[in-house]
């Protein structure tokens, strides 16, 4: 997403928010169809497969639906919907004891049947290396890049501190690294 997006998401966003005790029902329409995919790819990165993932982003629109002021209230409410999300997920995972983990691969159309041999390669190593990485740690990968967004959201999404955030990101890149550098030698 370039930042222009995101700043047009963050907006739109805002705004469904901010509609929210008006006209909740089109408020929480808009915001699920606007959201639902962004929201869906973090919670397979919890859950480890998408009917769990979805099944929580239902509970959390649910819980929101029946008490919306608490998202309109919120002081970070894209955080504290993917915070929802989270909690959801994790409450799904305990009722099931769930294990694994995947997450949505992205490709582009216009490429050589080479190139994509090669990026497929290069996103299923990836995706290997990214699930040897502790859960906390992969979670704060994802919300970072994936959904990009800052240390502090990440740690008012996962009610951490912006320093353990950042640890565990610092951490997860250096392992990494190590990994993938056979790779581009």
């Not at 769930?98 to 090669?118: H, N």
Request: glycine share 4%.
């Amino acid at each position: 997403m370039s930042p222009h997006e995101t700043a047009d998401f963050q907006a739109s966003f805002r705004n469904c928010v901010n509609r929210l005790t008006e006209h909740p029902e089109r408020a929480l329409t808009e915001m699920y169809d606007m959201t639902a995919q962004r929201l869906v790819r973090f919670a397979i990165t919890v859950t480890g497969n998408q009917p769990d993932a979805e099944d929580a982003l239902q509970g959390a629109f649910s819980r929101i639906a029946f008490r919306p002021r608490l998202l309109a209230k919120a002081i970070a409410p894209w955080p504290y919907l993917i915070r929802s999300v989270r909690n959801e997920a994790l409450r799904i995972i305990q009722k099931r004891k769930g294990t694994g983990l995947e997450f949505a691969e992205r490709g582009s159309g216009e490429e050589s049947v080479e190139s994509q041999i090669v990026h497929e390669e290069t996103a299923d190593t990836v995706r290997r290396m990214l699930k040897t990485l502790p859960k906390n740690q992969y979670e704060v990968v994802i919300l970072k890049h994936w959904e990009e967004l800052t240390f502090a959201e990440i740690a008012e999404a996962l009610e951490l501190s912006q320093n353990t955030v950042a640890s565990r990101y610092r951490y997860a890149m250096e392992k990494l690294q190590r990994c993938l550098e056979p790779l581009f030698r």
